[in-house]
T-cell receptor
Framework: NAGVMQNPRHLVRRRGQEARLRCSPM?????VYWYRQLPEEGLKFMVY????????ESGMPKERFSAEFPKEGPSILRIQQVVRGDSAAYFC???????????FGDGTRLSIL | GQNIDQPTEMTATEGAIVQINCTYQ??????LFWYQQHAGEAPTFLSY????GLEEKGRFSSFLSRSKGYSYLLLKELQMKDSASYLCAVSDSGSARQLTFGSGTQLTVLP
């Protein structure tokens, strides 16, 4: 499967725990984007990364959220001390260049108990 | 900021044609994208318009008028599997890397 791979598909955490979401872009893509989709709402941009660099994190909450895209391995979106309001579907997308079509993974559905 | 509007829901009959409209207001413009999203699945890229006019791709076509801040997605020969949410997304020239999405139009195709 040469598409964007996200894992896990479903993640359950208790309030106060940490959530780690992983994304491997499509082969040949070096631009990675994270979006959040709340129930009954549209996709909201969170962060844009290239290898080892955060390019734009204007959509990411200032506290508890962080993202990385290391030289080796997948991109990671980390949410510390999760709260109920973090429950959402988190989608990763990748593109071959900026402003080229972004291709999405199947998402991680995060549920906070 | 950006504002993107599209109808919340539409219903059409199998075999018919449906047009889903999208209006947008942006400080700059660098392209408009349409995606299809089935419930619980990933958004799937359908089309990209950066110049005015009609882009045709099989049963799906997308139109753009930059002066009017307007686009539509046209679906022909509707099939039951076309029942999904259709997302309009805009990239503005100030932040070409991120897409701003509308809330989506839920299309239901009836037999």
């Amino acid at each position: 499967n040469a598409g964007v791979m996200q894992n896990p598909r479903h993640l359950v955490r208790r309030r106060g725990q940490e959530a780690r979401l992983r994304c491997s872009p499509m082969k040949g893509h070096s631009h990675v984007y994270w979006y959040r989709q709340l129930p009954e709402e549209g996709l909201k941009f969170m962060v844009y990364l290239q290898k080892e660099n955060i390019i734009d994190e204007s959509g990411m909450p200032k506290e508890r959220f962080s993202a990385e895209f290391p030289k080796e391995g997948p991109s990671i979106l980390r949410i510390q001390q999760v709260v109920r309001g973090d429950s959402a579907a988190y989608f990763c997308a990748s593109s071959i260049q900026e402003n080229q079509p972004q291709h999405f993974g199947d998402g991680t559905r995060l549920s906070i108990l | 900021g950006q504002n993107i509007d599209q109808p919340t829901e539409m219903t059409a009959t199998e075999g018919a044609i449906v047009q889903i409209n999208c209006t947008y207001q942006t400080s700059g413009f660098n392209g408009l994208f349409w995606y299809q999203q089935h419930a619980g699945e990933a958004p799937t890229f359908l089309s990209y318009n950066v110049l005015d006019g009609l882009e045709e791709k099989g049963r799906f076509s997308s139109f753009l008028s930059r002066s009017k801040g307007y686009s539509y997605l046209l679906l022909k020969e509707l099939q039951m599997k076309d029942s999904a949410s259709y997302l309009c997304a805009v990239s503005d020239s100030g932040s070409a890397r991120q897409l701003t999405f509308g809330s989506g139009t839920q299309l239901t195709v009836l037999p």
